[in-house]
Structure formats: C-alpha cells, structure tokens
C-alpha cells in the first residue's frame, strides 16, 4: 500500500521515488513518513508513507529544488536535496539506508539505538538487544517482556490469553518452534535473536494458522565485509552456564555465516494441589445410580529438580548471483539432554454424606527421568529483484525438519498404610517430519498499486510411541502408537492501493487441508478434509503528519494437533487421567483491531489498538470426574473438546519517550475482557472477566559506558473454561558496562528479584473443586561478558562526528 498526500495545485508530472532500508538488518522500514520541503523557506509541498516493502512515492510535482526527509521512530532522520528538471522531471532515489536515533551529548556525537519496542500499525518490533534482562537467556526469555505475550511455567506461550499461537523463525516454522506450536523455545539462545515481531492480525499472505496470531522470531544476520562476530560467557546461580560464538564472513558475492550455543541448566521447582471430587456411586452389580454420592478429597506436594543441556549449530552461506538475485543456503542441527528427579507426596481421605471421614492412606512417588530430542532445520532459499521495476520481487523456500525425541520415566511408590512399594516404567517415543514449499510475488502497479500472489504447501507426520510397565496387574493394553499425518495446500492473494488520504488491501488465503490418524494399539482410524477460505481487510487513513488510522479484519483458525486427537488414556498419573478427542474440530476466530499511531516531537510515541475477536467451536481443556473403568477408583480425566464461542474485546497501549537525555521509558499495557460460553447436556459455562496487563521498562544510562535498567511486568487473573490462573508478578534488573573500547561488555542481571512469579490456578466443574500453585526457581542472578570482533566492534564514540543532517548523505548510509 502506498499512501501519498500532495498539496493541491495546478497539473504537474514531476515525481520522486526511493526504497528505505534499516542499515544494520538491510530489511525495508514500512510506514515511514517521507515529506518534501521547498528548500528556500521549507514550507511543506508532499508528504507520503513507505509501504511494507519500504518504497515511497512522492507524485505530482513541479520542477524546482527540494529537500526530502524521512523519519522512522527509533531511527536518525535523513536529508537529501532534489532538484527536478523539465529535462528531468522524475528522480529515482534508489535505496536509502537509515541508522538508528542519535542523542547530543555536549560536543560529542553518541550513536543511539532502534527504540526497544517499536509499535507499527500492522506488528509490534521488538529490539531484544537493547533487553538487558534477557542476556545469557533463552528465547523464552525473551518472550516473557514482550508486549501482549505470556509465558507459563511449562513454558507454553498465549497471546492476548490464548495459547492458540504459531511461531515462526525468520518467517518459517521450525524444529526450535516445536513444528510451529510453542514448544521447545528453550532451544534459541536470546543472543541469536534481533527482534521478536508480535502480528496480531495477519494478511492472507501469512498461513492462517494460529487463532491468536503469529510471532516471528527475527535471528541475527550481519553482511559487513571481512570477518566478523561476537562471543560470550554467562553464569548464573545455582549451576547455571552459558557459552555462545556466532562468526560472520563477507566477501564479494558470498556471505558465509555461523554459531554455536551450549547450555547448562539447573532448576528447583516445588507445586501442590489441594482437590476435591464428587460423584454419584452405582450398584456393582447393575451400574445403576444408588442415589447416594462419594466425596474424595485429594491433597498432593511435589518437589524436585530439572537438569538441561543443549547444543544449538547455525550454518548457512549467502550466494548473490547477481546484484538482484540472491541463494541462502541453511541448516541448524539442535540437541537437547534433560533430567529430572521429582518426588510427590499424595494423601486421600473419603469424606462421602453417608460416612463419616475416613483416611484412605498416604503414598509417596518418586519420579526419576531422563531423555534426548534431536532437530534440524535445514531450508534453500531464493530471492529476485528487478531493478527496472522496484517493488518486483519472486522469492521461493523449501524446508525440511526432522524433529525425534524420547524420555524414559521411573516411578516408585510407597503405600505408608500397608507398607506396599509397587514400580512403574514409561518410555516415550516421538519422530515428527515436517517439510514446506513455498513461493510468493510481488508486483507493483501505476504509482500505488500492489499485487501480491503466492502458494504453499506443508506436510507434516507424528509417530508418537507410549509404553507402561508396572508390577500391579492392571489389565488394558500398555501401548500406545499413534500415527498422525497433515497435508495443508494453499494459494492467496492479496491487493493494495490508494487513493488520496485513504488506502486499502484486501485479500483472500484457500487452505485445503487433509488428515488421517491411527491408532496402531486399538486399531482405530480417522480421516479428515474440510477447504477453508480466509479473508483480510486493511483501510487506513492519514489524518495528518505523524498519525495514521487504521482498520483491519482477518478470518483464521486453529486446527488440533496429534496430542489432542490421539484417543489412547495417559495412566502416568492414576488420580489424573487425559484422554485425547478424534472427534475434535478445528477452531475459527474473527479478528478486527481499529488502531492508531502518533509521535509527539521527536522522543515520543504513542500506539494504541481496539479489538475485537470471536472463537467459534473453541478449543479447550475439560476436566472431568469420572470412575475409572479399570480400578473402579474416583479420578479425574482430562479432555480436549469443542465449547461454543470465547469473545476478547479490549485496548492495548505502547508508547516510549526520553524523559531526559540519559533515561528513556518504554510501556505497553492492555484491558481486554474474556467471554467463555459454552451449554451442553451435562455442562454449563459462562464465564467472564476483566484482564489487565502491564509492563515498564526503565533505562538509565548516566553515562555513555553504563546502562541500568528495571524491568517490571503484570498480569492480572484471566478466567478459563474450568476456572482461572491467578496474577502473574515479577521484576527485573539488569546493568551493562562497556570495556575495552566497547568492544566489550560486562552485563549483571538478576530475573524475578523479589521471587514473585508463580504460576496459581483454580478449577471448578461438575463435582470439582481445584486449587493448584507452582512455582519454579525464578529469582537468578547471571553474570556475563560479551566481545564482538571485526567491524562489529563499537565505533569510536569519542570521535566527533557530524550533525545527522549536515554529512553528505544527509544521514543515509551508503
């Protein structure tokens, strides 16, 4: 979409064209705002915004002398004169190159940095280098100071309170991203990463996958010419160590670049559950109600302890063929070793109408645990651009990942009233291959038009093997394999234009998808095929300089995965049973955000977005109070199903500023409310609530070696089908030193200060009363020290440099 707002006057054919890029990424800064002054008194003549591709149009000029000025938040601004013939009326720019905003100190320049939270209209950007209380951590990390995202003690991850989300790598689903789910994020060292992109409100070019959105996690890459790259050390409390090397080499055509992170991890947790169950008991003879009712009540402690290690290789070489055609070649092998001891204490006593309580005995489980998960993404991946025709562009991907897994767990019990001490073995077997082919096109029509196309294909197969082993004699049948395998096709297009104030893209995704699982131990089958169309919508209108509004509308879904389908009942826990639902459907959502953006001077922002959403056929997790056909004990068992609907509508804020010139403020908070209904024979749902969440980042830089910051993040409780997880509090702080000419840094940060953070939940339902807390080892304290090498190391920041716009490039870079 290409937005433009000349002045009105008589009929002119001059024009000024360019592309504007973020030097450091050498990715397109979309929706900034490039004016045209007349140079003798600076009166405004044009003004327009670069689209997501970063071209700009500035149309309908006369001839004349102009300057040209682009500013983007988060970066310096640059300048560059114009002068429009009638020999020549139409200047081609080209690429520009911006760097980030620079701050005066006295007379000596100080290069600044890209704002940590940018809030475009279409995603929120966050800058994680400038996050110093995710250094030496992992992505999880990362992710648990970004704006509208939450991250469980498990390390699941919900998006405005959904964990319906897809994550992406570099736009793709990875081995690292669990196939595209939230899982295994643990496996991305945070010093990998550049930026975390939030799109809450994709357009049909994006899969359409993930009813809550997408997160992409942008990785480092650096093009500077000769070698060049980064190295650091980490150590935290408690037997934590990090180590990582990321090495870049840049040479004509080819750009080959590396990394390695190790990781070595130790973590207490601790958690309890207090539980109550009714049901109504039945003759053992003829099954029917005897009208009478068992009353359990349940109370469990859990302590233990996790170790992880995990090695983390990035390999890949760029290839230009040309200036305008460009090959990468990618593969990043991951290995993951983790343990756990875990020992669980549960006492039951019988509290039924009829009888007075009754002790039914304490047992004590120890759990020991240990396991493997080896992945690989390995992706080929083509570029073309046409420099006759700017904004032209056929990119094309293939991906392959094999992702294979296995743990082994040992349980022995020990019955305190009859002194039994029974064992349990479990293996678990996982080999998923997933693989991807992909290609889009952009091309550009008149002055503002725009016509995205492109198809892609995504396969997908879970090979999921469970065993049990135990010395009672349970009669079922301890295997489970379970075979699962998706096909998903798609072709989209999208178009945008302008006109005036006002600009638009609609577009439209078809997804076929086909699935077909088996359950090897029982024999059952199940196949799957439904086509789903997916529409989007964008209108934007400039109100004026340095505002913009904004209405968007897309259609997604969120389809179930091999756990949730796979009909086999986990017994790895006898008082907690899950059984998985093949009759699960798929959910859809309906998403429209009215948002608006607008800079006050130069060192404040501020982006606001109203939403509303509605899940239709909702996914969610059923606890239910059963009697196990196995035992004849009262347990609970666990269940995905299809509710009716959820609707979220609420407000989220980001804005940052400079309150003086050593200390900059960034925020972002949301109120959204949560509507969860869903009425059924045996089951009645309604529930609601307000959920508000809040994040601060502080930063301090009293001088130009030194940063301090304090980072603080809320979460108020937000309800689920079943009941709600409690709030969510924590504070971070961190402080970073620069050595060694800056080419070296020194960073201490301690997570979770005052060791607030746990994870508290209840649930209710026919027959059930639930209270349950978490809490794992939060509160760490990590000492590190990074170096960075070749022309990574810092510039001088002694030397004077010139006013951003009085170089010769006007502040663009070459």
């Known amino acids: 979409m290409?937005?433009?707002?000349?002045?009105?006057?008589?009929?002119?054919?001059?024009?000024?064209?360019?592309?504007?890029?973020?030097?450091?990424?050498?990715?397109?800064?979309?929706?900034?705002?490039?004016?045209?002054?007349r140079t003798q008194d600076s009166s405004f003549v044009a003004g327009a915004q670069t689209t997501e591709s970063g071209a700009f149009a500035l149309e309908k000029l006369a001839v004349g002398t102009?300057?040209?000025?682009?500013?983007?938040?988060?970066?310096?601004?640059?300048?560059?004169?114009?002068?429009?013939?009638a020999a020549a009326p139409v200047a081609q720019l080209g690429t520009l190159r911006l760097r980030s905003t620079a701050t005066q100190l006295k007379?000596?320049?100080?290069?600044?940095?890209?704002?940590?939270?940018?809030?475009?209209?279409?995603?929120?950007?966050?800058?994680?280098?400038k996050d110093l209380t995710a250094v030496g951590g992992t992505a999880t990390d990362v992710l648990q100071n970004v704006p509208s995202i939450t991250v469980d003690q498990s390390g699941s991850v919900?998006?405005?309170?959904?964990?319906?989300?897809?994550?992406?790598?570099?736009?793709?689903?990875?081995?690292?991203?669990?196939?595209?789910?939230?899982?295994?994020l643990d496996q991305i060292p945070a010093s990998s990463i550049e930026s975390i992109e939030v799109i809450t409100n994709p357009s049909s070019r994006y899969d359409a996958e993930g009813s809550a959105g997408i997160i992409n996690i942008i990785l480092k890459k650096e093009r500077k010419d000769g070698l060049n790259g980064l190295a650091s050390a980490n150590v935290g409390t408690k037997d934590k160590y990090n180590t990582s090397v990321s090495l870049n080499y840049h040479k004509g055509n080819w750009n080959v670049f590396g990394s390695y992170d190790f990781r070595q991890d130790r973590r207490t947790g601790y958690g309890s559950l207090r539980q109550t169950t009714v049901d109504a008991l039945r003759d053992s003879l003829t099954q029917e109600l005897t009208g009478e009712t068992r009353t359990l009540d349940l109370v469990q402690n859990r302590s233990g302890v996790n170790y992880n290690t995990s090695h983390a290789v990035r390999l890949g070489v760029d290839y230009s063929f040309t200036p305008t055609q460009t090959l990468t070649f990618l593969v990043q092998p991951r290995y993951n070793e983790q343990s756990a001891i875990e020992d669980i204490i549960s006492r039951q006593t019988n509290r039924s109408a009829s009888d007075a309580p009754m002790y039914l005995g304490t047992n004590n489980r120890y759990n020991t645990s240990g396991g493997s998960n080896r992945s690989a993404d390995i992706s080929l991946d083509y570029r073309h651009t046409w420099t006759e025709h700017k904004g032209r562009e056929l990119t094309a991907n293939v991906l392959y990942t094999p992702i294979s897994s296995g743990?082994?767990?040992?349980?022995?019990?020990?019955?305190?009233?009859?002194?039994?001490?029974?064992?349990?073995?479990?293996?678990?077997?996982?080999?998923i291959d997933q693989g991807s082919g992909q290609v889009d096109y952009v091309r550009p029509f008149g002055e503002k038009g725009r016509l995205e196309t492109g198809a892609k294909s995504v396969w997908r197969q879970y090979d999921s093997d469970y065993q049990f082993s135990s010395s009672e004699q349970l009669i079922f049948d301890p295997s489970n394999r379970f075979v699962y395998k998706e096909l998903v096709q798609a072709a989209y297009g999208t178009y945008g234009n302008a006109a005036g104030k006002f600009s638009y893209q609609g577009g439209l995704r078809v997804e076929q998808t086909n699935t077909r699982g088996e359950q090897r131990a029982t024999g059952e089958q199940f196949t799957r095929s439904y086509l789903n169309l997916f529409p989007s919508a964008v209108l934007a209108y400039d109100l004026a300089e340095e505002q913009r509004l904004q209405l968007a509308y897309s259609r997604r879904v969120n389809r179930p995965d091999d756990d949730d389908l796979n009909p086999f009942t986990d017994r790895s826990d006898p008082l907690n049973l899950s059984t998985g639902n093949p009759l699960l459907l798929p959910e859809y959502i309906h998403l429209v955000e009215l948002g608006h953006q607008k800079t006050f001077g130069k060192a404040t922002t501020l982006s606001s977005t109203a939403f509303y959403s509605v899940e239709t056929q909702t996914i969610k997790r059923l606890r239910e109070v059963i009697t196990d056909p196995l035992t004849g004990n009262q347990v609970t068992n666990t269940s995905e199903v299809n509710l009716?609907?959820?609707?979220?509508?609420?407000?989220?804020?980001?804005?940052?500023?400079?309150?003086?010139?050593?200390?900059?403020?960034?925020?972002?908070?949301?109120?959204?409310?949560?509507?969860?209904k869903f009425s059924g024979p045996q089951t009645e749902i309604n529930n609601s609530n307000f959920v508000y969440t809040a994040r601060i980042n502080s930063t301090?830089?009293?001088?130009?070696?030194?940063?301090?910051?304090?980072?603080?993040?809320?979460?108020?409780?937000?309800v689920t089908a079943q009941g709600r997880r409690q709030t969510s509090f924590n504070t971070d702080v961190a402080v970073k030193q620069s050595v060694l000419k800056d080419r070296g840094s020194i960073t201490l940060r301690v997570s979770d200060i005052f060791n607030t953070q746990r994870f508290n939940f209840t649930a209710y339902g026919p027959g059930l009363?639930?209270?349950?807390?978490?809490?794992?080892?939060?509160?760490?304290?990590?000492?590190?020290?990074?170096?960075?090498?070749?022309?990574?190391?810092?510039?001088?920041?002694?030397?004077?440099?010139?006013?951003?716009?009085?170089?010769?490039?006007?502040?663009?870079?070459?």
């Open 2 to 37: 290409l937005i433009s707002w000349p002045l009105a006057g008589r009929a002119q054919s001059g024009a000024v064209r360019g592309t504007l890029f973020d030097a450091a990424t050498n990715q397109p800064l979309p929706f900034a705002n490039v004016v045209l002054l």
């Open 644 to 676: 009716g609907d959820e609707i979220n509508y609420g407000l989220e804020l980001v804005g940052a500023t400079e309150l003086t010139s050593i200390w900059k403020l960034n925020a972002n908070g949301s109120a959204f409310r949560r509507i969860i």
């Open 66 to 85: 102009y300057t040209m000025q682009a500013t983007v938040i988060g970066y310096r601004s640059g300048r560059r004169v114009v002068t429009l013939t």
């Open 407 to 431: 743990n082994n767990l040992n349980s022995n019990l020990y019955y305190l009233l009859d002194g039994q001490s029974p064992t349990q073995q479990q293996a678990f077997r996982d080999r």
């Open 769 to 814: 009363e639930s209270v349950s807390g978490n809490k794992r080892e939060t509160r760490i304290a990590f000492l590190g020290f990074t170096y960075r090498f070749g022309q990574n190391g810092a510039e001088n920041k002694n030397q004077r440099r010139p006013e951003a716009n009085s170089d010769s490039n006007g502040g663009f870079e070459q």
């Open 107 to 129: 007379e000596v320049k100080v290069e600044g940095e890209r704002a940590p939270v940018t809030a475009n209209l279409d995603k929120k950007v966050v800058n994680v280098a």
């Open 700 to 718: 301090v830089s009293p001088t130009k070696k030194l940063d301090m910051q304090v980072s603080v993040n809320y979460r108020s409780p937000v």
């Open 158 to 184: 919900s998006l405005r309170g959904s964990g319906s989300v897809t994550i992406f790598i570099d736009g793709k689903p990875t081995g690292a991203a669990g196939g595209g789910q939230s899982t295994s």
